[in-house]
């Protein structure tokens, strides 16, 4: 196969991690003088990157998959391939109902899949370092560790990825350099569980020993910290947020729910006043600390009192930003094989609505709380009618609110803003001349 003559185009689903995984396949497959195409019609080689975490999901990356199917036996396309997490857990079964799937490969086999398009052998030889970026050039995830050791009872990652593998913390500072002297600026740091960081390596290592080794990479503005389980949140990490200058004051931690009973159901290993605890120490640590959380609505023996129990800790914290899942039974997971799915789909879903209204209520109270005051955004695009697209410290791209800025200002730069109106989850601003 001449490579300078095949195009891919890659197809990336589901999460963060999942999109990391994309970026290093294709810096290798750009190593190997393939093309890289955007356009799935266009290609010769169309590699679809699933993810298997939710009913939602999964149905989406069939879907992706069909569609890619029909170009492929209409011959418009040479050759198709399947990976990540959908391929890894229900390959067999890909197998036998898609044939007109060429190759399936795990979540772990980016060099494989090189192999396999070559037909040579292929080493992942640093492929960290040669990430082709999917995000815009000014911000890009760090994932830390890889699988996960949690017995979470509703989830089914560790099925699909395995055990958690954190990767050292020199490679994590290289691979930051690396990015920061590429032109980012923001660095979002991911893994399955980050704050169980460490604890597989040998002689161990922790998750604020990383972050003040990433807080002294040269260049770096902004450090955001993603996906920390709550009963694994340490007294250093909370810390960090009051010592580290670069580490916003921002945490993506997953609560799950408030009931203590459901808490114990789901394996959390916190109660909700352990939960209130962690809360209480961040906000200790600092004034201006923004939490994002994660709540599952419909869990296998959810009551009315359950449920109100979960309002009260929304009503009582005021999260920051909040997303809310329904229930969805996985196969292999304790929950699926200890409790029936014993709560109607019409009442989950009116659960999360109930949720979601008193959050935005809370997050326009938050947002409209901002009017007036001044502060430095990050600007991440532009509108058609040319209108700034931004975000402030609070907010992680793609799932956090925007700030719009009148006028065309520089993508990847820092401008310094008065917020002049605001909505549930969007603020306007106007640009603070020098």
């Known amino acids: ?175 930051t350099q690396y990015l920061v002297d590429r032109g980012v600026r923001e660095v979002l740091i991911i893994g399955q569980d980050t704050t169980s960081y460490g604890w597989d390596l040998p002689p161990g290592s922790t998750l604020h020993a990383l972050l003040q080794e990433l807080n002294a990479v040269p260049g770096l503005d902004w450090l955001r910290l993603h996906y920390a389980h709550p009963a694994h949140l340490h007294r250093g990490v909370i810390q960090s947020f009051s010592e580290l200058d670069k580490l916003v ?39 201006r600390m923004a939490i994002r959380t994660s709540i599952i609505v419909g869990f296998p023996g959810e009551t009315d009192n359950d449920f109100a129990e979960l309002m009260n800790m929304v009503d009582t914290v005021r999260f920051d930003r909040l997303g809310v899942f329904t229930y969805s039974e996985e196969e292999g997971t304790h929950g699926a094989e200890a409790w029936k799915d014993d709560v109607s789909d019409q009442l989950k879903y009116d659960r999360m609505d109930t949720v979601m209204l008193r959050q935005q209520e809370i997050s326009l109270e938050n947002n409209m709380a901002l009017v007036g005051r001044v502060e430095n955004v990050l600007v991440d695009s532009h509108t058609e009618d040319d209108f700034s697209i931004a975000r402030t410290y609070r907010d992680s791209p793609e799932v956090d609110n925007i700030v719009r800025i009148n006028g065309i200002l520089p993508v990847g730069e820092f401008t310094q803003v008065r917020f002049t109106a605001a909505s549930e989850y969007e603020l306007t601003a106007e640009i603070v001349e020098s």
């Open 249 to 287: 004051p921002y945490i993506d931690m997953p609560v799950q729910h408030g009931s203590d009973k459901l808490l114990r159901r789901m394996r959390r290993g916190l109660n909700a006043a352990g939960i209130m605890k962690r809360i209480s120490a961040l906000r200790d640590a600092h004034p």
């Open 1 to 175: 196969m001449n490579n300078e003559q095949k195009k891919v185009a890659l197809v990336s689903l589901g999460c963060a991690k999942n999109l990391v995984d994309s970026e290093y396949l294709l810096g290798g497959l750009i190593r190997e003088n393939f093309l890289i195409e955007p356009d799935p019609g266009s290609a010769d080689i169309i590699i679809i990157n699933t993810c298997g975490f939710l009913d939602t999901a999964r149905e989406e990356s069939v879907n992706v998959i069909l569609e890619a199917g029909e170009l492929r036996q209409s011959g418009t396309v040479e050759q198709l391939v399947v990976m990540g997490c959908f391929a890894e857990r229900y390959g067999t079964e890909l197998r036998r109902e898609l044939p007109e799937v060429d190759a399936i490969f795990g979540t772990h086999d980016q060099a494989k899949i090189i192999s396999y398009l070559t037909g040579r052998p292929h080493v992942r030889d640093d492929p960290d370092f040669f990430r082709s970026l999917l995000t815009p050039n000014h911000y890009a995830y760090l994932k830390i560790t890889e699988g996960c050791d949690n017995g979470c009872s509703f989830c089914s990652i560790p099925l699909m990825r395995g055990k958690q593998i954190s990767q050292p913390i020199d490679h994590l500072v290289k691979e």
